[in-house]
Each structure stands twice: as structure tokens, then as C-alpha cells.
């Protein structure tokens, strides 16, 4: 119900992404996601500030949970994220071209993964690298039109 809800009502694809969604909302980790945790979680993926906005994507994109967003990681979420062009080229390798240019404007302190602190210090310089490794949040188009259908004033007798 939570992937259908994330597909029909914000146009997300990416299975991994929707996953990745899944387990930040999921704060137990119990594989059951709560009416506290929905809201919580609607609350930061509708209208979170840019420090919650910051901290769930950082979230999304650590995937194995060790606080740094590796260069592994980054490849994965990349390589699912763009669409793929029938081309010559290997289209990995385009993929690790991407993933070393993150790294290079990401990684602050040079140890080969992002950090949370570089993480949100790029975002904070550049906020349209907020979601650099693939959509994890709401277009401003399909969070309005959710809002609407779902936050509208009820009905007069």
C-alpha cells in the first residue's frame, strides 16, 4: 500500500528509492509502518524543514546505515536512478565518472564517502544537491496536488 501510495500519488519509480522511503518512515523497523510513523514521516516528506529535508536524504542514501554515504552506495542508487540510453559506451563506467565528480564536490574532508556533515554543508552551499543520488522527495507538483485531495476542508451539511 505504501509503494502504491508513493507511485500513484508522487510518480515515484525507482523500487530501491520507494524502499529506501519504506524504511525511513519505518522508525521501529518493524516492517509496519504506524499512523505515528505516517504522519511523522509526512510531515518531513511534504513539508520538512531544509535541516529535516537533509537528514532523511542523507537517510535514503546511506544505505547499509553506517553514517557515510559510500562510493558503492552512491553507484548503486545512481545506476537506478538514470534512465537507461541504448548507447556505445559501457554505461557503468559514465556511472563512475558521476559518482567521482559527487565525490569531488562532496567530500570534504577527502576520505572517499560522504559524511553527514559533508553532506549537509554541500546542500547548505547547493540545495539542488539535496536529492544529487536519486528523488527521494515530492515534486512541488504532486506534494500540492496531495495536499489538496487529501487536506481539504470538510464538507457543510
Keep these: 500500500m505504501f509503494r502504491e501510495t508513493l507511485h ?3 510518480g515515484m519509480t525507482d ?3 520507494m524502499d529506501r522511503v519504506f524504511h525511513i518512515f519505518d522508525k521501529d ?3 509496519c509502518i504506524s499512523v505515528v510513523e505516517w504522519v511523522e514521516g509526512l510531515s518531513v516528506f511534504l513539508r520538512g524543514t531544509l535541516e529535516e529535508k537533509i537528514k532523511y536524504c542523507f537517510e535514503v542514501y546511506d ?4 553514517g557515510y554515504i559510500s ?3 552512491m553507484f548503486q542508487m545512481l545506476r537506478n536512478s538514470l534512465l537507461k540510453q541504448p548507447s ?5 563506467e559514465g556511472i563512475k565518472d558521476l559518482v567521482d565528480i ?6 570534504y574532508d577527502h576520505d572517499g564517502k560522504v559524511s553527514f ?4 554543508q554541500v546542500v547548505r552551499d547547493e540545495n539542488l544537491l539535496l536529492e544529487a543520488f536519486g528523488p527521494c522527495l515530492p515534486d512541488i507538483k504532486s506534494r500540492m496536488a496531495f495536499e489538496q485531495k487529501t487536506f481539504r476542508e470538510p464538507q457543510k451539511l
Design 8 to 10: 500513484s500519488a508522487f
Design 15 to 17: 523500487d530501491m528509492m
Design 29 to 31: 523497523n518493524n516492517g
Design 63 to 66: 544505505l547499509n546505515g553506517d
Design 71 to 73: 562510493r558503492e552506495e
Design 88 to 92: 556505445e559506451e559501457d554505461p557503468d
Design 102 to 107: 559527487a565525490l569531488k564536490k562532496m567530500d
Design 117 to 120: 556533515m559533508d553532506f549537509e
